[in-house]
Structures are given as structure tokens and as C-alpha cells.
């Protein structure tokens, strides 16, 4: 089943305690992102990649870092998280060949920092 | 001036009745997306449009490119229809995405 998995789905951490998210794809995607979601902000992107070894920022980078060693995997740091990083985390995959830009996302993580 | 603006914000029916939500852009694009979110939080794509229209069951989405306005219809609406909806365009010289702000919907028995 072509699906896109993030772990974990609920974290709760206090300031300045280094975590990871993980993302990973099935479906031999190129592009990859991540996405913050806010009430009243919408999803916003914080990171994406169009490759392996090619990453670059989104809308929001500040706090977060990522690194795209393997094509199928995604994953999304952040060093010394603070409660203004609270927020429901997508991941999301997709592939440009043949003019084919369907979005696929992951469950969400929620994040909540104390 | 959000590049990408969804209407309404709320939006309740009763069942059976005939949904629209609108979506402006005003950035170019390659493709605009129909996302439908549960109200579990997950995210799921119903339609990617680049032109013209597309229907899947009782959902309708249409674009018109000159205008930069996309539509979701849902025909004979259905309490499981509730969600929020969210429309995002793929901008064509950055292929980046940008979202509206969604559209909740509740329709009620």
C-alpha cells in the first residue's frame, strides 16, 4: 500500500530537549516536505527536498533542520525545541514525473513542548 | 493578501444539500489541489486539477485558469462530509505549495 508514515504520531517534550520525526515514503518519491499546521495559520512549510542531498527552506525553517540521506526517508529535527514549536506536523511526499503532482500526507505528529 | 484565499471560513448545511466552497489565487501555478482533513487531523488529497473539471462520486471541482478561481461542489451533502477543506496551489516557478486556510464544514442530519 503506497502510503507516507511518521513517527512518532503524539510527543510530548519540554524545552530544549533534542527530538526527531520521522517520515518515510514507499512510493519512490523525489520531493518531499514537511508542513506545520496552526489554527488560524494553516499548514505552512518548513522544510522540503527536491532529491536526495537536496534540501532547502520553506516558509518557516527557524528552529527545525532536516537532511534527506535516502530517498524514502525525511526526517525532521529540532535541536532545543520551544513552546512555539507546539504545533500538528505533516509530512507529505509526491513525484513530478509525468506531469504527476499528487500530494501524499502522513498522519501528523503532534507536538506538544512545555 | 494571503496568495491563496478560501470562502467561506464556516460553512453549516443540512444533509442533502448542494456544497460550494471557492478558492482565489493569485500566484501562477501548475496544478491547484483539493485536500480534505478529518477531523482526526489527517490529510487526504480528493482532486489535482491543472484545468477544467473533476468528479469523484458526489465531489466536483472545477478550475477556471483565466479567472484563478477553483470550486469544490459536494452534491446531496452527508453528515460523514464534515471536515475541513483545503485548497493549495502548486505555484509553478518555485513548485512549492500554498494553502488556504480551509473551509470547515459541518452538515448536520
Known amino acids: 500500500e503506497a502510503q507516507v508514515t511518521q513517527n512518532p504520531r503524539y510527543l510530548i517534550t519540554v524545552t530544549g530537549k533534542k527530538l526527531t520525526v520521522t517520515c518515510s515514503q514507499n512510493m519512490n518519491h523525489e520531493y518531499m516536505s514537511w508542513y506545520r499546521q496552526d489554527p488560524g495559520l494553516g499548514l505552512r512549510q518548513i522544510y522540503y527536498s527536491m532529491n536526495v542531498e537536496v534540501t532547502d527552506k520553506g516558509d518557516v525553517p527557524e528552529g527545525y533542520k532536516v537532511s534527506r540521506k535516502e530517498k524514502r526517508n525525511f526526517p525532521l529535527i529540532l535541536e532545543s525545541p520551544s513552546p512555539n514549536q507546539t504545533s500538528l506536523y505533516f509530512c507529505a511526499s509526491s513525484t513530478r514525473q509525468f506531469f504527476s503532482y499528487e500530494q501524499y500526507f502522513g498522519p501528523g505528529t503532534r507536538l506538544t513542548v512545555t | 493578501k494571503n496568495e491563496v484565499e478560501q470562502s467561506p471560513q464556516n460553512l453549516t448545511a443540512q444533509e442533502g444539500e448542494f456544497i460550494t466552497i471557492n478558492c482565489s489565487y493569485s500566484?501562477?501555478?501548475?496544478?491547484l489541489h483539493w485536500l480534505q482533513q478529518h477531523p482526526g487531523g489527517g490529510i487526504v488529497s480528493l482532486f489535482m486539477?491543472?484545468?477544467g473539471k473533476k468528479k469523484h462520486g458526489r465531489l466536483i471541482a472545477t478550475i477556471n485558469i483565466q479567472e484563478k478561481h477553483s470550486s469544490l461542489h459536494i452534491t446531496a451533502s452527508h453528515p460523514r462530509d464534515s471536515a475541513v477543506y483545503i485548497c493549495?496551489?502548486?505555484?509553478?516557478?518555485?513548485?512549492?505549495?500554498?494553502f488556504g486556510t480551509g473551509t470547515r464544514l459541518q452538515v448536520f442530519p
Open positions: 493549495a496551489a502548486l505555484t509553478y516557478n518555485t513548485d512549492k505549495l500554498i
Open positions: 486539477l491543472s484545468s
Open positions: 500566484v501562477g501555478i501548475s496544478a
